[in-house]
């Protein structure tokens, strides 16, 4: 079976200070990974992906994401945070042509 | 590059009436999906079209939900009759049928029931 899990729900950190989202995944085959970011009243947005090339991928806006096969992870950072960061962050499985969302986590950024 | 258009943006019914949502694709995406995003979690897929065609509807409630793409362009997504439990944000995605993992979202609809 394939499936994501966010491990927070929300997450608050402080402008300026590095942002860590953690998400693990349970696939059969190898995977492929995404975050998508929703901000309010707005559609979801790609933020980088992961499809079996380098394992640490580089994305919009600063943000990175290593996948490590060994802890079935694929936990999204940044080094420094910034107001327009504050949105809803998701971690996607792509298996079958389809995309299975996570949870979701909510990141506050406080000024 | 226009994105995916999505309308109306809000819409408020009663339970047991009916309601539909439109989608405009991005201009050469074949591929088009509808989601169904319940607050505070992650979207689910309802349906996928390739062309006019219907790739996967396996989690589409049929009793109530009904889905077309005529042409192969635009798509509608009704309920009748509504419940309760479908108060969420309908999300329209397109790609190109090589890109199914890169998908374009549209802003949403927003259906409150009550």
């Known amino acids: 079976a394939q499936s994501v899990t966010q491990l927070d729900s929300h997450v ?5 200070t590095p942002v860590l989202l953690r998400c693990n995944y349970s696939s059969s085959y190898s995977p492929s990974l995404f975050w998508y970011v929703q901000h309010p009243n707005k559609g979801l947005q790609l933020l980088l992906k992961y499809t079996s090339a380098a394992t640490l991928v580089k994305g919009i806006n600063g943000f990175e994401a290593e996948f490590k096969k060994s802890e079935t992870s694929f936990h999204l950072t940044k080094p420094s945070a910034h107001m327009s ?3 809803e962050y998701f971690c996607v ?15 506050t950024v406080l000024p | 590059e226009a994105g995916v258009a999505q309308s109306p943006r809000y819409k408020i019914i009663e339970k047991r009436q009916s309601v539909a949502f ?12 509808w989601y169904q995003q319940i607050l505070g979690q992650g979207p689910k897929l309802l349906i996928q079209f390739q062309n006019n065609g219907v790739v996967d509807d396996s989690q589409l409630p049929k009793d109530r ?14 309920i009748q009759p509504a419940k309760l439990e479908d108060s969420a944000v309908y999300l329209c995605a397109s790609s190109l049928p090589q890109g199914a993992y890169e998908q374009y979202f549209g802003p949403g609809t927003r259906l409150t029931v009550t």
Do not use: M
């Not at chain 1, 608050?12 to 300026?16: A, D, F, L, P, Q």
């Not at chain 2, 889905?67 to 192969?72: C, M, Q, T, V, Y």
């Open chain 1, 12 to 16: 608050s950190v402080s402008e300026g």
């Open chain 1, 85 to 87: 960061d504050a949105a």
């Open chain 1, 93 to 107: 499985l792509g298996s079958a042509r389809q995309l299975t969302f996570g949870s979701g986590t909510q990141l």
């Open chain 2, 22 to 33: 439109w989608c405009n694709p991005i201009s050469g995406h074949a591929t088009l999906y």
């Open chain 2, 65 to 78: 939900f009904s889905a077309e793409r005529l042409k192969g362009v635009d798509s509608t997504l009704k």
